[in-house]
């Protein structure tokens, strides 16, 4: 049996893609094994969303053809749709297929291994029209399962290459939502995670259809053995109220929106082409709370973009201190070649970044305790995940980490008492029924 080695770096769309070719490798027969072993054929899943990345993705690829440098290794993902030369050029790499044609990657393995020369299959994503539906063969490691509807993205944020290496919005269609979700409930996923690149802009392609994100949660929802449902990162101006309604009114919509500020500036905001303001974002904010209470929000911002003088991170800073986010990623600003950030004036000092980075983590810290603090003494359910030191850890419907000191089986949903802060999260007490 031929051995196959995945890897993925990246989002969790990333990550999805690799678990579904892993799935197509083993339909066929293959042994999938550690990316640290030797096999015969090695699969790297790049991104290319910041030069870390990219670099990471290099270094896999060389590391790959030192363990047998026989094997066939195959590059995707975002970094190989801009960059397949490059890629191709460095010793080992035999396939190249960029963010699309990963249905065929079986095949062409195989066929860089009978035949030689270099297989480039990575065609211009910007005239692509079709999501690439992929049937699932094979589950997710893991408890919680991350369904991908949507590829694709429109909003072209100065600082993001992302539109240039996954091309316009495409929606997976409903009845294939229904037939993936439907799978993975069956395989036992108690709680299902929707996920794209632009996951607000679900249903945008099909035009005339009047088919948004609302649809697709509907869908979901609409198997009753599904526990849980979670969705990805969503864009402030694309909660509507249909999808506001249903995380308030449906018990097992997860009470959990991962909406990306990325600055807390108007002057910021519009030169990283963001479609909203500070004002319109904290009116949204604090409509979701009044309708959910108990609601966590969590962020992603940016410090360091061009222009950015200690005057307005002081004011991003507060702005975020102000919003009481649950949790917020903070991500120093990536110069881009190709995007117009990437030649903005006035681009700030790395030095000066990680000391950003540093005072927005701290302010992140205790916004993070707050939350956690209101939650103390109430019982909540908790999906648990996996046990290390003698604790088992899971997540309640709001994203809060619990803890609690025994062995759970992966996957089951318990009811917890939360009693003390505990690490990053909260140490709990299962109640006995």
Known sequence: M??????????????????????????????????????????????????????????????????????????????????????????????????????????????????????????????????????????????????????????????????????????????????????????????VVLTGIHLGAYGRDFKGEGISLSDAVKVCLANPDLKRLRLGSLESIEVSPQLLEMVKNERRFTKHLHLPLQAGSDEILKAMNRHYTTEEFARLIANI?????????????????????????????EFAKSMNFAKIHVFPYSKRTGTPAAVMPNQVDENVKKQRVHLMQQMEQQSALDFHMKFLGKNMEVLFEQTHDGYTEGLTSNYIKVYVPSEIPSGEITGVTLKEIFQDGILGEIIVK
């Open 2 to 191: 031929s051995k196959v080695a995945l890897t993925t770096l990246g989002c969790k769309v990333n990550q999805v893609e690799t678990e579904t070719m892993e799935g197509l490798f083993r339909q066929r027969g293959y042994e999938i094994v550690d990316f640290s072993q030797p096999a015969d054929f090695y699969i790297i899943n790049t991104c290319s969303v910041t030069h870390l990345g990219e670099r990471k993705s290099r270094q896999l690829i060389r590391r790959a053809n030192r363990l047998n440098e026989k094997a066939i290794i195959a590059v995707t993902g975002c970094y190989a749709q801009i960059a397949s030369k490059e890629i191709a050029a460095i010793e080992g790499v035999k396939v190249v297929i960029g963010t699309q044609q990963r249905h065929k990657i079986v095949d062409l393995v195989e066929q860089a291994a009978r035949e030689d020369g270099l297989f480039n299959e990575v065609s211009d994503i910007m005239h692509t029209q079709e999501f690439e539906d992929i049937p699932l063969y094979g589950t997710p490691h893991r408890t919680r399962a991350f369904l991908k509807i949507q590829d694709g993205c429109c909003n072209y944020c100065s600082y993001c290459i992302i539109p240039y290496t996954r091309g316009p919005i495409r929606s997976r269609r409903l009845d294939s939502v229904k037939t993936a979700l439907d799978k993975l409930v069956a395989d036992n996923f108690h709680e």
């Open 289 to 317: 709370r009044r309708e959910v209470p108990d609601i966590a929000i969590s962020t992603d911002i940016i410090v360091g973009f061009p222009g950015e003088t200690d005057e307005l991170f002081q004011k991003s800073l």
